[in-house]
């Protein structure tokens, strides 16, 4: 293991029923943006582990920053502790049985994140400021954004004899702008990646670009039916929502999945792919997952047709789903259970660009931003509030719009699909393009 050894839980290991360690050791640089400065530089170091077992039925767990001498003692004693007071289960889901990787090793580590100095990032920072002090003119700010480099080593060990290593790099940054005007408007923009290639002007070209559009908006008023328009980074929201629930095999488990009964029937437009794909750069692609199942690239929908669920091994005959990391806080990796998480949704892109999909429509909405993308996962039913949307009529865009309720079900939606871009953009553990959904309804005041 890297840092701490973890040598007192290694050994008690054998002591139970079945028994895992899993250690994570995080280097993170982070840098914050307010009002348009600078306003801190931060590095840190975050080394923990996590233990749990089984014995009799009943399960524990525990987990402890590595930050001194009595640090896996103290581990061990609170996971046994909490096993004793535990209840008793009749069936105990079985850990990971060692396996050959299936994979080769994805290109996740990029050695500019790992040699990243505070001047690096203190330019980057500042190319993004630069790039977004105005549009059209007037002036626009970001109020708070973050910029935020890791470089992680994990180590997962159980008593099935699992021994696994990995290491990756992570970027990922957030940024909020305002348009300074009397009424003003806010854009987000964020960047998921395993490499610094992030363009620190294109990001801040939209950030001010978007700050302006939602700010000079106009309130739709109407009601009418016409086609969705979603861009990637509210799109990845919308699918994890819904596709991403009904895919989880603990919602298959529990029964609760839209999807429940569907395996290989339709259940999507058949240009509709879309794969996980742990063989690229993704921030959870890896040749295992944390609990040191192989991953693999599978299909979840091909042709429109349902070809995978996903599932950990808390869901038996895990598909390399089960993962403590995430695709963007690096730090505690090691005091979170297993769940389940796609190594990286890969939605195959299409032909179009956004501007070929405008010039083919007579009435849509591209919408920019939601105040928030979370249709229900159980049944697909969503009814959004816009906050910017760029109108569709006859070929080309006449209007931004806000204040306008956009409703559908993205089960349907996903059924009705009219194209999609060539556009495709990493956001957590999707990679997807513009998407246009038939069947949506806007309705205004």
């Not at 061990?76 to 105990?92: G, H, N, W, Y």
């Not at 954004?145 to 180590?155: C, F, G, M, N």
């Not at 408007?185 to 294109?202: N, P, Q």
Request: aromatic fraction near 6%.
């Amino acid at each position: 293991m890297n840092g701490f050894t973890a040598e007192k839980a290694i050994q008690s290991l054998k002591k139970y029923d079945q028994a895992e360690v899993y250690v994570s050791d995080t280097t993170v640089h982070t840098i914050y943006i307010d009002n348009s400065q600078i306003s801190n530089i931060e590095s840190k170091r975050d080394t923990g582990m996590m233990f749990r077992m089984t014995q009799d039925g009943r399960m524990g767990k525990a987990s402890v920053t590595l930050n001194g001498p009595d640090s896996e003692a103290d581990c061990l004693e609170m996971a046994d502790t909490v096993l004793r007071f535990s209840p008793k289960s009749e069936k105990v889901s079985p850990y990971a049985q060692p396996e050959q990787a299936r994979i080769s090793a994805p290109d996740v580590i990029d050695k500019k994140v790992i040699e990243i100095t505070p001047e690096d990032l203190r330019e980057i920072a500042k190319r993004v400021i630069d790039s977004s002090a105005e549009c059209k003119g007037v002036p626009v700010k970001i109020p708070r954004a973050q910029i935020r480099l890791a470089v992680t080593d994990s180590h997962v060990m159980n008593s099935n004899g699992v021994d696994v290593t990995h290491r990756s790099t992570l970027v990922y940054s957030h940024f909020t702008s305002m348009c300074v005007r009397e009424h003003p408007g806010e854009g987000i923009e964020t960047f998921h990646g395993t490499h610094l290639d992030m363009d620190a002007e294109a990001i801040g070209r939209s950030i001010a670009s978007k700050a302006y559009n939602a700010a000079t908006c106009t309130e739709y008023k109407g009601h009418e039916k016409l086609p969705l328009v979603m861009t990637p980074g509210d799109g990845a929201d919308m699918l994890l929502s819904s596709l991403g629930d009904a895919i989880d095999g603990e919602n298959i488990k529990y029964g609760r999945s839209y999807w429940q009964e569907d395996m290989d029937k339709a259940v999507a437009s058949e240009i509709l792919n879309i794969y996980d794909d742990p063989t690229v750069r993704a921030p959870l692609a890896s040749c295992f997952d944390d609990e040191g199942v192989a991953t693999s690239k599978k299909a979840v929908i091909e042709n429109g047709v349902l070809r995978s669920h996903l599932r950990d091994t808390f869901c038996g005959n895990s598909t390399g789903n089960g993962f403590r990391r995430s695709s963007v806080e690096a730090q505690g990796a090691y005091e979170r259970t297993p769940t389940i998480k796609p190594v990286n949704l890969a939605v195959q892109p299409g032909k179009y660009t956004l501007e070929d999909m405008v010039s083919q429509m007579d009435n849509a909405i591209v919408v920019e931003k939601f105040a928030a993308a979370d249709p229900d996962g159980l049944s697909g039913g969503f009814a959004l509030n816009v906050r910017c949307g760029h109108l569709v009529r006859n070929g080309e865009i006449v209007g931004v719009v806000n204040n306008a309720l956009c409703m559908g079900n993205m089960f349907e939606c996903l059924k009705n699909i009219e194209m999609i871009g060539s556009d495709s953009v990493q956001t957590g553990v999707m990679n997807l393009p513009t998407i246009c959904y038939g069947g949506t309804e806007l309705v205004g005041n």
